[in-house]
Every structure is written in structure tokens, then in C-alpha cells.
């Protein structure tokens, strides 16, 4: 039973047997010393990663089998290594083991060179090595299995001979050829940026990208505004547009304006621009006050609230819905629930990188377990929500090389400067999570998947995925560290729609969704699969679609444009509130 903060002399809810023999006071003491407890850990589980620990060490214990093997590799290795050290005195030898490729730390000329190149070599030999320990072993889980390996590689990327200076060919040779002056500019990056997070100031360049004013400003109006979210409706720039609207939901852990960025990769200017009407949904920042509100509560007051909304200013309109990320999973909760309630108002529903399905949802999943959802509720008990700042470390840690080993190295090591775009800004623009809603959402989606196995209720029944039957479109990103492409492609098993249309696209989570025509390096797989079609397993999809360059906007705009009725006359903005941004998008 969840207790809040202050509310020790608070008895009500509680038997009295409860509170004769105490319970209280130790449920109150458990989680006041867990919330204390989590601050110091980062929200990580002491409890949770020893259990993990000893669950690996005591099945590696009881495989003796491999336990030979890996003493086998090893030993192998340390010849390996002997017989190639002559060579790579001579810096005439082909590396013995090749990084990752999404692996860059050892890019540089200069790791080829004695005695760097046995250094990076050995350490990628011990990388290969743990690996190795930490899989394959008999009787531990694949979920055991996936956390014990992260723990195994998050340690040796801490102890990389890239994050080393005094290993580090590239930032030696910087030293010297500067004098240590990068060395000097690094120290001052560091302290400049314990200023800024010691202040509460955003990086320099930040305060570029204000919304209203550099991002977020294709023109529109705030038409309709509850505690949860504000509803802004674009104003349409052609004389012709399309009948129906366009409803998108984004996600709520982060601000709505990725999806409008800078003139030149919004792709809400994009959509109006081709005729299209559409609204976006701006939600609110929750504060302590707000931390009883649920993922009922999200969608009453902002899905449907919206969709009720856009009914009013067009009557008997479908709407074309579309849902980013967690906003594309409470999209397909309220889809699903007017499917069963007989609510015929969507037209269609498009996702972007967004899951139903969360039994594969990649290494998001280390952070899911019982252990680990207990005690982060505990720290969202004691803040009553979960802070921006520490949803974005656990993404930080799934790509650590790439957005903290090496912006160490880059930035204090080498001294050099950051520059910040439009998406890094955004990205810095953090925003809450009420306490019970996320609790909701990682116990009822992520750990128990209730939504995908039919036992998510609302309003007390059940709710399923296959009683939605419109037409979807669903893109999924190849580099997609929040939402696995193939945890996203996993909506062909469990749709009961006419067609599913899938778009695999180049990019990460959200690189990949921001991907306007003519930007460079991009490109994209698109198939469609109908009710009498076979399914097709993800790896086989990959291999029957070919790579389409260039940009997937103008092949959902197509889709878009054939699901749509006739061009009618564009209508102006009657009635508003206040001009787009609006209002919520600025709270801190």
C-alpha cells in the first residue's frame, strides 16, 4: 500500500488491526528509507542487482562444463595476444578482433600504433570474454541473462582505455601537440558545467531553441485547454485541405515539439503544407500535487478529451490519429477502448515508434523487473512524480558510450566545445511523470503486459488490441534503444485491422522520426500486410523489402492522402484561447 509523504498521523484505509499491530509505521518506514536510499543509487535496486549477482554466480557455479570453456578462451586469448605482440610492436599487424559497428572509440589512426593497439586489443579481447561469461549459461533465464550482460559491459565501458587519458592516443597527441592547453579548456568545460547544473541553467546554446520563438512556431491556436493538456489546431496554409483531421498524440515524458521543431524538419509544417488539418495535443508538466493522476486519467482528459474537442469543430468528422512513442500506446488503450464501446470516430491510427506488445521491449526491460519497479515506486512515492532528469540517465545508460563516455572524452579530455541543435535542445527540456500513472504504466504495460495479453481493464472490463480494426501505419526506427523495430513490428501479430502498413526507417528513436525530405543519409522499408496475408517474421521482412533512400514523410503523407476523402474548402481558426505555443509547453 502506497503512503504518501506527510502523511505519517494519516490512519484512514487502514484496519485497525493494522494500525494496533503497527503496520503502518513499518510500511511508512520501509518507504521513507527506500525513497532515501533510491536517491543515492539513481533509482537503481542495491536489492535487485546483488539477487541478480548471485543468481548468475551460482548458476555459472553449478556448469562446470562452462566453466572449461571459459577458462579454454581465456588462456587461447593470452597466446593469441603473446604471438601477435612482435607484430604489433611493428605496427604491421591486421587487428585480432574488430570492434562492434556502433562501436567508435577506437576509430582514431592513432589506436593503431604501439602500444595502443595492444591496448585496445586486449580490452576488446576481456569485452568478448564476459561476454561470454555472462551468456549462454545453463538454467539462467534470458531476462537474467540480458540484465547480467548490460552490468558486465556498463563496467568495462567504465574502465575503457578510451576514457583513460594517459591511454588514449587521440587525446595524448592533443596534449602534446597543444601544450596541454585542451587539458586546460577541458577543466573549464567542467567547471562551467558544474556551474550551469549546480544553477539550474541549461547548457550554453540551449537558450537558442525557445518555443514561439525558434522551434515550435508554425502558426496555430490553443482551441481547447484542460488541466492535462492543451489541444492546438495548425492553421491551414492551402485553400484546399483534406476532410479529415489529424489528431497526434505525443508522448508526455518529454515536450510535444520535436514534431515541430525548426521550420525546416517540423513535421507538422510538413502536413499542413500538403493539406492537411492538424491538431497536436501540448501536455502539461506535472508537479507533487499532481501525482494521483493515472493513465485513466491521460487518456479521458487528453485523448478523448481531444477527440471531443475536434467533434465540436468538425462535426462527423473521422479523424486520423497518431500517437509518438508512449503516446502512440495510450492512443491504441483509448483506440481499443471505443472499438469496444462502439465509437466509430477514428478514421485511422499511425504509430511511431510505439509499442503494444512490451514482452521484448529490449534493454528498457533491465530496468523492469519486480524488484527494481518496487523501489522506483518508492522514490516517485516520496517526490510524487519521477523526475526528467532521471528518466533521461536511464536512457543515458543504454547508450553510454555514445552520450557519456564519449562526451567526456570530447569535452574534457580534448577540450572541445559542445555545439547544441533544435533536437538537442528539445531533448534538454525535460519534463515530469506523475507517480501513479507511471507506476501504472511500468506494472501494467511493461511488467505484466497486461495490454497485450487482454487483462488491461477500463472502466472495470477488458480491453484488446484486435478489436481495433482501421487502418494502421506504423514506423519503427533501426536504431531504436526505448522501442525495439521488432517489439514495434510485434503489432502484426495482435491487430485485427484490415491492413497494416509497417515503415522501418533509418535513425534512432527520435532521429529517426524526424527525418524530413532532403535530409541527407536517410532511408526507409515499407510493406503492407492485409487480413489474408501470412505473417512474416521480422528478420524475413527485412530481407523481402528493399531500402527505399530519401525520406518516409511523403509515403505516410501518400497513405494519408488515399485513406482521406476529397479536398474541401480550409476552414480559418474561429474560436481560441491563445496563440501556439500555448502555455503549457513553457512550464518548468
Not at 506527510?6 to 527506500?34: E, H, M, P, R
Not at 573549464?188 to 547548457?203: H, T
Amino acid at each position: 500500500m502506497a503512503i504518501r509523504r506527510g502523511d505519517i498521523n494519516d490512519v484512514s484505509g487502514f484496519d485497525s488491526k493494522d494500525v494496533d499491530s503497527g503496520y503502518f509505521s513499518v510500511t511508512a518506514l520501509d518507504n521513507v528509507f527506500k525513497a532515501n536510499m533510491a536517491h543515492v543509487t539513481g533509482g537503481i535496486s542495491p536489492a535487485g542487482l546483488m539477487s541478480l549477482y548471485f543468481t548468475w554466480a551460482s548458476h555459472l557455479a553449478m556448469s562446470p562444463g562452462k566453466q572449461v570453456r571459459l577458462i579454454e578462451k581465456m588462456l587461447r586469448k593470452i597466446v593469441k595476444m603473446h604471438r601477435v605482440s612482435p607484430v604489433l610492436l611493428q605496427n604491421q599487424s591486421k587487428p585480432c578482433i574488430t570492434p562492434l559497428p556502433q562501436d567508435n572509440r577506437f576509430s582514431d589512426v592513432g589506436w593503431q600504433q604501439w602500444p595502443y593497439n595492444y591496448i585496445y586489443q586486449n580490452f576488446l579481447f576481456t569485452q568478448q570474454w564476459w561476454h561470454n561469461a555472462t551468456t549462454d549459461i545453463d538454467g539462467l533465464s534470458e531476462a537474467d541473462e540480458r540484465s547480467i550482460s548490460f552490468i558486465a559491459r556498463q563496467i568495462l565501458d567504465r574502465y575503457s582505455p578510451s576514457n583513460n587519458p594517459l591511454l588514449n592516443p587521440e587525446v595524448m597527441k592533443a596534449t602534446i601537440e597543444q601544450g596541454g592547453a585542451n587539458l586546460v579548456s577541458g577543466l573549464q568545460n567542467f567547471l562551467k558545467d558544474m556551474d550551469q547544473y549546480s544553477a539550474g541553467r541549461s547548457p550554453e546554446g540551449a537558450d537558442d531553441y525557445i518555443p514561439g520563438k525558434t522551434v515550435a512556431i508554425t502558426p496555430g491556436k490553443v482551441v481547447f485547454r484542460n488541466h492535462i493538456m492543451e489541444l492546438i489546431q495548425y492553421s491551414p496554409v492551402t485553400d484546399q485541405v483534406y476532410p479529415e483531421p489529424i489528431l497526434i498524440v505525443p508522448a508526455w515524458i518529454m515536450k510535444y515539439y520535436i514534431l515541430d521543431l525548426s521550420p525546416e524538419n517540423s513535421l507538422v509544417k510538413y502536413l499542413v503544407e500538403n493539406g492537411h488539418t492538424v491538431f497536436m495535443i501540448s501536455w502539461f508538466n506535472p508537479t507533487t500535487a499532481d501525482r494521483d493522476l493515472g493513465m485513466d486519467n491521460y487518456r479521458e482528459q487528453g485523448v478523448m478529451a481531444a477527440l471531443d474537442a475536434i467533434s465540436k469543430i468538425f462535426p462527423k468528422q473521422q479523424v486520423h490519429a497518431t500517437g509518438y512513442c508512449l503516446g502512440g500506446t495510450l492512443l491504441s488503450i483509448a483506440a481499443a477502448t471505443m472499438a469496444r464501446d462502439g465509437d466509430d470516430r477514428l478514421k485511422s491510427m499511425t504509430h511511431f515508434a510505439a509499442q503494444v506488445d512490451f514482452s521484448e521491449a529490449g534493454e528498457l526491460m533491465i530496468f523492469t523487473n519486480e524488484s527494481e519497479v518496487s523501489y522506483l515506486e518508492k522514490m516517485m512515492w516520496d517526490q510524487g512524480v519521477l523526475d526528467g532528469s532521471q528518466m533521461a540517465g536511464a536512457f543515458q545508460i543504454l547508450r553510454s558510450n555514445d552520450l557519456i563516455w564519449s562526451r567526456i572524452v570530447h569535452h574534457y579530455m580534448l577540450g572541445e566545445k559542445e555545439s547544441i541543435n533544435d533536437l538537442m535542445a528539445w531533448n534538454l527540456d525535460l519534463t515530469r511523470m506523475p507517480y501513479k500513472m507511471h507506476s501504472q504504466y511500468l506494472r501494467e504495460l511493461f511488467l505484466d503486459n497486461n495490454f497485450a495479453s487482454g487483462h488491461y481493464l477500463v472502466n472495470d472490463k477488458p480491453i484488446a488490441i484486435r478489436d481495433i480494426s482501421v487502418p494502421i501505419f506504423s514506423v519503427g526506427t533501426e536504431k531504436d534503444h526505448v522501442a525495439p523495430w521488432r517489439s514495434v513490428y510485434k503489432l502484426h501479430l495482435l491487430s485485427d485491422s484490415e491492413a497494416v502498413t509497417f515503415v522501418l526507417t533509418s535513425g534512432g528513436h527520435n532521429a529517426g522520426i524526424v527525418s524530413e525530405p532532403g535530409h541527407k543519409h536517410r532511408h526507409y522499408r515499407v510493406a503492407t500486410e492485409t487480413k489474408q496475408d501470412r505473417y512474416v517474421d521480422p528478420d524475413s521482412w527485412i530481407q523481402n523489402n528493399n531500402a527505399v533512400e530519401g525520406s518516409w514523410w511523403p509515403e505516410w503523407h501518400q497513405w494519408l492522402e488515399k485513406h482521406s476523402g476529397e479536398k474541401i474548402a480550409a476552414q480559418p481558426i474561429d474560436d481560441s484561447l491563445c496563440e501556439a505555443p500555448g502555455t503549457y509547453v513553457n512550464q518548468k
